[in-house]
């Protein structure tokens, strides 16, 4: 059995993932929404089930926020909830995508009036950053168009930046953008924001207090996402993380599900490039659970980022470094998969009950009766989806 | 100006394009459905439309039903009404994507009960079809999974050729099943059907009236359709086309509108292993308007399947058989690209009018003011879609 | 630690993966071969690097050869010389890419001359095969063409059935032909046997004998390869694997090294369908190490086909059945990935030294001197490579 | 038939394509370079050859040099020989992945004699380039890695960055650096410089003499290509275009032969962007000619471009603003599609012959006797390719 050092155990006692609330409440594809029983109906039963996740697992401190399918009365009582439950409101997440004037852009659109309401959505959203405390307002960018020819792309380029600009020149001193990009969904010709590159380039023409969102799904079918941890880590300018893990695209599966390699070798880089528990980089969810249970869902991929983050803590680096230097191509192999392959489950387990968690999270959770409780309570209303 | 000769225009007369109801009806992503004025509510509407594309290309005679979206309570009667619109109810397609009990799989599911409610709802289909006149059964095998280990491929496939068979054994004299792949979507793991091998297989061995549907957004990235098209034609199974297009997965886009080569290529491969005009190989459109206008998003489908198949049947066989038998490759792809570069739209338009038929139906059919009638009467009621 | 139970020694005990003779020669891109000290420079060298593998981890009892690139006088000679190293002659591999007439193909030329010549070449290696004692002939037919129109592909199909038809007929008893498909490379637009789809209907039109060859790396980016490994499996034609690991094309990397998760994946179908430790279901390497030490290279792979045989081995079949059955998509998910993550390695160095292998072949191949022995004997003389 | 109005046959007459004198070498893949008759065998056939297109469409005025593998002892006098043939010498290309210590990378390496080597290298390219009168040094970084963990990603870029700008403080007034990326291959874990924001991020750093080069073969799949060109234009990056197409990785076809629509829309971009005819942004060919005739292949590669500038130039960019402003997705498209279906190769004929040259200048070469003439006088020696 691997033994977690002191130095590893605290490094993973400060590991903190964000969960978003849109994963408590339902999703699916454009051919179904499947319902589930005992599915938040409102921000505070979402939160209520994002306090189970941290109450079992110790990893997820805070919950991100959508606006407007979070948007309450009293934003201050909302923040007050979810202290009394262990967690705190955390980045707040913009949409451009559902508001019937949004059809053809919103920051980008060429109608100066449906871009001015779509910076004063923005501007809102800062508004209840004032009120949740919350640092980060997270931008994904889902304006495109279809077909090619629709559309001035470069013209939108420019708008984007104007738009970006009004909306940045209204932070405050610890407040941020992380601008996430997408490689397609829900546009199928271009997207305005399709790659690191773009984002990297409109954020850095916005200041320090502008960052990139890395989300782990958003790329073309090969790309080498942990090259791209590196470089932005490099540039200063990696923002946030949105986690989760995909076959073909924009699946939005548990992270670490489809390719758990894939996620040693990002938090293998995070961790090279100073970004484990740098404030500067948030780590998030953002996944959908369409098919299988929500709460557990959520355990489970926090589950997947902490244990791999142990194994790539494990990785030893003089060694590696040793058959790096030598070009010893199989040896440094060698050491890097040895991390990878460590089974680090039974050392966590012990860890956590060390620090007053359930060894199991899962197996703590299920036996807990939440599940059976809400199922029980939430009768009647109207469950909270992607929509309204 | 290119001529079209005698042979090509007896051709090209004979060219008929299926439409899909639901092509009328509003779709969107997971995302945003965005909704149209004088969008159908009713599967008569869907048909009123359907026939306009018909009345001004001449190209789209028969209309695709969707069970349960399209169903009614008199298929006698909606046939009546849509040959007194100059259209034919066409091909009947099954849906095992939206009941609450097939959210773990239908033909495939491991419960008997849901399985034998499956097939149940085929054979209403073919009920359906009875009624309708319709020749096809159309089946699109959405099932699958999303995690590895989530349930038992093999099993599945067994359990699929069982409900396949139970289903062909009530096929009439000249009905037929046609079964569609899909790479993905909705499921991101595995699909049942994912591939034109085990549609193929799964067809093979029902008997000749079971058929493989080619859905031209249904590949992997770089998958030569082309070929598959030729392979399909040689063994006698290529039994329809779902034409659309597509840049990244399953993008439904209009056919021909994101690489209009490929479409030539295809089409090119159709004539060449005789499947044009073929009754064997029936031609389809399944697409998604979600942000252009429906009716003429059609109109100009079908005029792409129709240009892009003059410019095939341009194609000097003589000549490339030539180059090709002494492998000149570069003469043998200027002979090809020569057919491709042609400009038919001329030509088309005089024989379109020779016909008695608009030069122009795009035009034709924004000057007749049917988009603005629909507009104004179909008011109230509930939009159709991809919901029940 | 894991303990391997006595069925399970019992099926690793049995476990054999063929070894090909070119993964012991110099290999590369189009760019640039390397070369390294102490390659071999004939193929009674090659076979004597194999026996390394073979010695150290008791998993690789044979090598596959390939035709021209191992031609020798006498076969009988070159077997026993082998089997003097404890290994035995396996898969006979011909060669269709590189002799000046298959420049526009071989087995599908339309030049008659030329594909007689192509078969003739085939029959030589059944003519090798009785004299290797070899049972398969694998046919990767590298044959396509590289720009649309170049060639006539539905011809080519039919002249491919034909050739194999006469190769077939040579067979004796217990000989088969193998036929490995290929997405693409060397051919650029279309080749003759991209799919697992096509390989099946050739080799199903010719017989009991004829079996699909599934090389790892030859598939579209995304593909589901287990789900091939399950379908092959349940219509009885798998008749080989030629493993290797790829991110992006046929990158014909390390085993395991891209992509461990489906290596795991792939073998539990491999077992779920009756694929392990069959006779009629070949494990064999093909890959290039362009940059690693070439015999190391070799033991790493087939390390790791054995532990992740060894962790899908330990999957626990009711416990997976039981969640499966229940719809239980985490519990399911659990169980599957339990098996992947536990740590196998130690268990079977204890397992290895018990059978009077090292219990880490490659520190022991390392220790063994023979890397040093090779590069100061084998001075002058023209090393292996894929020419001729 | 389509006109080419004044204005437009202004423009095409500016416009030149650089050809690479490697294209006329002999090309392949790991799996065989074919040889054909008549190919060169030194850096002066290769001009004289590159000096028949120019001579036959008056498209390709200057020829790109590849070190080491067009090195010569008299640069000067090259330098006359291509003018006294009318052509000039263009980009110097930098080779940093065949020479052994290579290996494991040149520009990144980690030991620094290696990387001095390899700086010193590019140093010699830039006297080279003096001695041409050469403007651009085109870096193509062909280094990475094959395998994760084998070498620290991120010291490299920092090493990469510093080799850059000694080698850009070499650089005299007019000249620049062009900066290549490429998404895999030759290495297939990472590689250096796999993205345009990698580039871009590198050549920024430098300054205004460094610029980012496109090669429309180095890109993930489904790559919106265009998007990178809209965007470098804006950022003022765009150096340079490598023209080729491809259906799967890095294929090096004939430019406009796998995907002419993407052709279009990418030649629209830069005309939208101001990058044609601009001497800040060069076009260059990059190809590989594996299986058709080089030098009308070089030729039908310029005409390809030239037919697909002239159609983006016929597009009607009010009638395309007016729709894109209404929102009319599908009358934009129309616009769009209307220039790339005319016809314009009878209207480049004639303009052709009214300049001097042959209307079909393919037709014409093959007419001119110089192939045969370089079959019958090119005997002996060794033929030009990718080696030294």
Known sequence: MSTLSPDIQSTLAQQGIEL??????????????????????????????????????????????????????DYAALRSYAEDLGVKLGTINSNTFQDEDYKFGALTHENEAIRRKAIAHHLECIDIMDATGSRDLKIWLAEGSNYPGQTDMRARQDRLQDSLQQIYARLTGEQRI???????????????????????????????????????????????????????????????????????????????????FQLFRILYEVIRGGGLNNPDVAFMLDQCHNIEAK????????????????????????????????????????????????????????WRESRGLPADPMAAFAASGYQEKIESERVGGTQAGWGA
């Open 20 to 73: 978003p609330s849109w994963a408590f409440g339902n999703s699916g594809t454009r051919f179904r929404v499947w319902t589930t029983e005992g599915t938040p109906r409102d921000p505070r039963e979402k939160i209520a089930d994002a306090a189970q996740v941290n109450k079992f697992t110790g990893l997820a401190p805070s919950v991100a926020l959508h606006i407007p399918w979070d948007k309450v009365d």
């Open 295 to 350: 709460i557990p869902g959520q355990i489970r991929s926090v589950l997947n980022v902490q244990e791999m983050t142990a194994r790539a803590l494990l990785l030893d680096h003089d060694a590696l470094a040793a058959a790096q230097s030598a070009n010893d191509v199989l040896g440094a192999q060698a050491v890097f998969m040895d991390a990878f392959y460590t089974d680090v489950r039974p050392a966590l387990a012990e």
């Open 178 to 260: 992380v601008l996430e990009y997408k490689f397609f969904e829900p546009s199928f010709y271009h997207t305005d924001v399709p790659d690191w590159g773009t984002s990297y380039v409109q954020v850095a023409a916005l200041g320090e207090q502008a960052m990139v969102c890395l989300d782990t799904g958003h790329h073309a079918p090969g790309t080498n996402i942990e090259f791209i941890v590196m470089q932005l880590l490099r540039l200063g300018k990696l923002g946030s993380f949105d986690f989760n893990s995909r076959f073909y695209a924009d699946d939005d599966l548990i992270v670490g599900a489809a390719d758990p």
